[in-house]
């Protein structure tokens, strides 16, 4: 089975500051990446995706990630944090065949004014 | 827009009572899924359905049954419930064909007295 692991279950920072949220898993085929966003007392929805292409990917509010797959990772990067960033984060793998998707234990992020 | 409605947003229930949590999404969806969230934990699997009273266990499904019926509409059961059920619920549906983008319900927080 899949595995993804999130370093950091707390994550802090100053608005204006770089976000930087990781992300690791293991898979045997190449494999799908997403990560997804949680607000307070919501579901969760897409930020951005990893399928094929181009191993930089570009999502919603500003956020990019990047596969490498040399280091089985797909870090969560946005250059300048802002108040609304402040959210549960959770990085999801997928294998080709999306039957199932493995998620991670997720990661808060809190913005400090 | 594309929607997931989970029935019931919060749910207070007595140990050994029978628990439903409703599911449904209005955009054809063939596949469908329950996830349970617990702090620390992430998102894990209950069950999935890639069709119509089609059925698979996930990573945790003990305690627990599905209904699917109708297409736009995925039940999960609890016989039983019991105070280590007490979570956030999460229903999700996928589209095959697509890319792999998850739709989620906004939660339903069952608490297990």
């Known amino acids: 089975a899949q595995s993804v692991t999130q370093l950091g279950s707390h994550v802090s920072v100053s608005e204006g500051a770089l976000v930087l949220l990781r992300c690791n898993y293991s898979?045997?085929?190449?494999?799908?990446l997403f990560w997804y966003v949680q607000y307070p007392n919501q579901g969760l929805q897409l930020l951005l995706k990893y399928t094929t292409g181009a191993t930089l990917v570009k999502g919603i509010n500003g956020f990019e990630a990047e596969f490498k797959k040399s280091e089985t990772s797909f870090h969560l990067t946005k250059p300048s944090a802002h108040m609304s960033d402040a959210a549960e984060y959770f990085c999801?793998?997928?294998?080709?065949?999306?039957?199932?998707?493995?998620f991670g234990s997720g990661t808060k992020l809190n913005v400090k004014p | 827009d594309v929607k997931v409605t989970q029935s019931s947003r919060y749910l207070v229930k007595r140990t050994g009572e029978k628990v439903f949590l409703e599911c449904v999404q209005d955009m054809d969806h063939e596949n469908m899924f329950w996830y349970r969230q617990d702090p620390g934990l992430g998102l894990r699997l209950i069950y999935f359905?890639?069709?119509?009273?089609?059925?698979e266990k996930g990573d945790i499904p003990e305690g627990y049954s599905v209904s699917r019926e109708k297409k736009e509409r995925f039940s999960l059961i609890l016989e039983s419930a019991s105070t280590n059920q007490t979570s956030m619920y999460l229903c999700?549906?996928?589209?095959?064909?697509?890319?792999?983008?998850?739709?989620f319900g906004e939660g339903s927080r069952l608490t297990v007295l």
């Open positions: 999801a793998v997928s294998e080709n065949n999306f039957n199932k998707f493995y």
């Open positions: 999700a549906s996928f589209f095959p064909g697509s890319t792999g983008e998850l739709f």
């Open positions: 359905s890639y069709d119509v009273k089609m059925k």
């Open positions: 898979s045997s085929v190449p494999p799908y």
